[in-house]
């Protein structure tokens, strides 16, 4: 480390510094100059200028003894770079596993994370139907049991029996007309029809035709209906009921399209 001071005597501004002894081998041997000025910004420079050049002479230095060393000791350097070469390959291929390490566990981060979501989204599938087949039950269960409060409250319309109908035949098949309360809704016409059914089961085949309980509808009840026009008959006839035990039965709650078919 280099200095630079003023002598109080002239003024000037001097120089020192410590190299390497070359005798003694350490850094021991002091220089000094005059720099040649009172001007302390000029002596920085002048001092700069110096440093440069004194550790240059320490660098070269260095490398002459180097050198120097090379050249007396081959195998000792050859020994010694060759650890340095080990060193560094062992240390290289330290590194090396430590990142392959490194690689392995990320990989098995990300395949633990995406085994983790698959998981979750199975698991959340399986949920998702499990409350699927849950609300379908229930949705199932209170669909069932509006069906049978809607029976329950079905009530069987006022009813005539007009006249009965049987037709000789080998297939024991019988016809019903029927009058009833023009107000009644086709479920309770419906019902209406199976009880009757029910009740003539002598009847392997029959026929049941509802028409309303007003002068147009008995008079349709007794085939009387020449008379009466198209659109009344459309309005008094309510309902026809089919069964056979080949086809089961059938039901029309609008059978205007029938007249005349019977």
């Given at each position: ?21 070359h005798k003694s081998g350490k850094k ?235």
């Open positions: 480390m280099s200095s630079i001071y003023r002598k109080g005597r002239d003024g000037y501004f001097y120089y020192q510094t410590y190299v390497v002894n021991d041997k002091r220089i000094f100059h005059s720099l040649g000025t009172k001007d302390r910004n000029v002596a920085e420079q002048k001092q700069k200028q110096l440093d440069l050049k004194y550790d240059k002479e320490v660098y070269e230095s260095v490398v002459k003894k180097i050198s120097a060393y090379c050249i007396n000791n081959p195998k000792r350097v050859l020994g010694i770079s060759l650890i340095i070469i080990l060193l560094t390959y062992f240390n290289l291929n330290d590194e090396k596993k430590r990142i392959d390490n490194d690689l392995v566990i990320e990989k098995q981060k990300t395949s633990l994370i995406k085994n983790s979501y698959k998981n979750k989204t199975i698991n959340d599938s399986l949920n998702n139907l499990k409350k699927l087949k849950n609300d379908t039950i229930i949705n199932l269960k209170m669909s069932l049991d509006k069906q049978v409060i809607e029976d329950e409250i079905v009530k069987i319309p006022t009813y005539d029996i007009i006249r009965i109908e049987k037709i000789s035949n080998p297939f024991n098949q019988g016809k019903l007309f029927v009058t009833a309360d023009s107000m009644a809704n086709e479920k309770s016409l419906h019902y209406l029809c199976k009880i009757l059914r029910d009740k003539y089961r002598n009847f392997e085949y029959i026929d049941i035709f509802i028409y309303s309980s007003d002068n147009n509808g008995y008079e349709m009840a007794n085939g009387n209906d020449m008379s009466i026009s198209s659109e009344k008959k459309k309005k008094s006839w309510l309902a026809m009921f089919s069964y056979n035990p080949v086809e089961g039965e059938i039901f029309n709650g609008n059978p205007g399209g029938y007249l005349g078919a019977y």
